[in-house]
T-cell receptor, first 110, second 115 residues
Framework: TQLLEQSPQFLSIQEGENLTVYCNSSSVFSSLQWYRQEPGEGPVLLVTVVTGGEVKKLKRLTFQFGDARKDSSLHITAAQPGDTGLYLCAKKSGNTPLVFGKGTRLSVIA | GAVVSQHPSRVICKSGTSVKIECRSLDFQATTMFWYRQFPKQSLMLMATSNEGSKATYEQGVEKDKFLINHASLTLSTLTVTSAHPEDSSFYIC???????????FGPGTRLTVL
């Protein structure tokens, strides 16, 4: 059972545009992680957010954790073709295994 | 950072044969390893959790007799797909956590194609 909803599922944009993807749950996260996965490879951790309202930046990527710790967003500024990939949010609770959202498949066209 | 490897990276086999996939933690002791499966254009779905020296815990709907998991050492877990069928074709990804279990480190995945 998928506990995390991600939107949009697919996104195709031109190079230089900005975009936001969302991750939502009906339950509270103890922490949430964002991953990026390229075809034929394992997911790579981008960031972990723990505190409600937390904002973290990674170059052109801005991650925000909702105040109630039930949602998160990833904003990419001036997208580049190298940003193309599958973006996954994952819920972490203690030592239990990660539960992944369905992912947002991003395609950035040059 | 911690490194997890998988072998092979891709395998093609005939229907009815068994395939073994290895997952190794290269620079840390993995007390817990996880196996995920990812079908095309879908997300990662947890198949099972294994702790070193004990039986794996399988998620609902995953056949334990078909997907045999062995975690015999702190650096190696294996997943054996027995009597593979075309519907088992998928991308299999392992991850591992060390003592404390705070961070999962992912392997690069194994692409299984069953003809």
């Amino acid at each position: 059972t998928q506990l995390l909803e991600q939107s949009p599922q697919f996104l195709s944009i031109q190079e230089g545009e900005n975009l936001t993807v969302y991750c939502n749950s009906s339950s509270v996260f103890s922490s949430l992680q964002w991953y990026r996965q390229e075809p034929g490879e394992g997911p790579v951790l981008l960031v972990t957010v723990v505190t409600g309202g937390e904002v973290k930046k990674l170059k052109r990527l801005t991650f925000q954790f909702g105040d109630a710790r039930k949602d998160s967003s990833l904003h990419i500024t001036a997208a580049q073709p190298g940003d193309t990939g599958l973006y996954l949010c994952a819920k972490k609770s203690g030592n239990t295994p990660l539960v992944f959202g369905k992912g947002t498949r991003l395609s950035v066209i040059a | 950072g911690a490194v997890v490897s998988q072998h092979p990276s891709r395998v093609i086999c005939k229907s009815g044969t068994s395939v073994k996939i290895e997952c190794r933690s290269l620079d840390f002791q993995a007390t817990t390893m996880f196996w995920y499966r990812q079908f095309p254009k879908q997300s990662l779905m947890l198949m099972a959790t294994s702790n070193e020296g004990s039986k794996a815990t399988y998620e609902q709907g995953v056949e334990k007799d078909k997907f045999l998991i062995n975690h015999a050492s702190l650096t190696l877990s294996t997943l054996t797909v027995t009597s593979a069928h075309p519907e088992d074709s998928s991308f299999y990804i392992c991850s591992a956590t060390g003592e404390g279990g705070d961070t999962q480190y992912f392997g690069p995945g194994t692409r299984l194609t069953v003809l």
